[in-house]
């Protein structure tokens, strides 16, 4: 039977974020970061079966995507805020401590969360996207044919 997935919005840094979650912290808290394009619906299974285990499972909207908050100025948005805005997602929850797990656009906030807060982190698990220390030309080292190509390559032709 699966548990029922709560929906909030937090003030987070000036926005609102909206932040799915369920389960309870017995064992502890696992944060989940979408992808591009993607929302926290990405993650309803794995969020199900991390309650039923015993763990809070939460998956935020990041900040311009799903139902969270466009920024101000979204071409002035960074990995940096993304990662303050992971933090500040845990303290506004209470989570001292959390496991990050993250695929595609979101490993690299969860990467340097990590590398900036190891005393917040429990670990991290990346799907699709290695980690990669120092400024990464992330464009070149990807396969070609990988979807972020063929993505670039439609909306500059279109532009």
């Given at each position: 039977?699966?548990?029922?997935?709560?929906?909030?919005?937090?003030?987070?840094?000036?926005?609102?974020?909206?932040?799915?979650?369920?389960?309870?912290?017995?064992?502890?808290?696992?944060?989940?970061?979408?992808?591009?394009?993607?929302?926290?619906?990405?993650?309803?299974?794995?969020?199900?079966?991390?309650?039923?285990?015993?763990?809070?499972?939460?998956?935020?909207?990041?900040?311009?995507?799903?139902?969270?908050?466009?920024?101000?100025?979204?071409?002035?948005?960074?990995?940096?805020?993304?990662?303050?805005?992971?933090?500040?997602?845990?303290?506004?929850?209470?989570?001292?401590?959390?496991?990050?797990?993250?695929?595609?656009?979101?490993?690299?906030?969860?990467?340097?969360?990590?590398?900036?807060?190891?005393?917040?982190?429990?670990?991290?698990?990346?799907?699709g996207a290695p980690?990669?220390?120092?400024?990464?030309?992330?464009?070149?080292?990807?396969?070609?044919?990988?979807?972020?190509?063929?993505?670039?390559?439609?909306?500059?032709?279109?532009?």
């Open positions: 039977m699966a548990l029922e997935i709560e929906h909030t919005h937090l003030p987070i840094r000036g926005l609102n974020l909206h932040v799915a979650q369920v389960g309870k912290s017995d064992l502890g808290t696992v944060l989940f970061l979408h992808g591009f394009p993607e929302i926290w619906y990405s993650w309803r299974h794995q969020m199900q079966a991390v309650a039923a285990a015993g763990y809070r499972a939460i998956a935020p909207d990041c900040r311009g995507y799903g139902l969270s908050d466009q920024p101000p100025e979204h071409e002035a948005a960074s990995f940096d805020d993304l990662v303050a805005d992971v933090l500040a997602i845990l303290d506004a929850l209470d989570v001292p401590k959390a496991f990050l797990v993250a695929k595609d656009f979101g490993a690299r906030p969860a990467y340097d969360f990590a590398l900036q807060h190891p005393e917040r982190t429990r670990g991290v698990v990346s799907l980690y990669s220390p120092g400024p990464m030309p992330f464009y070149d080292r990807l396969p070609e044919g990988f979807y972020i190509h063929r993505w670039r390559v439609r909306t500059t032709t279109h532009l």
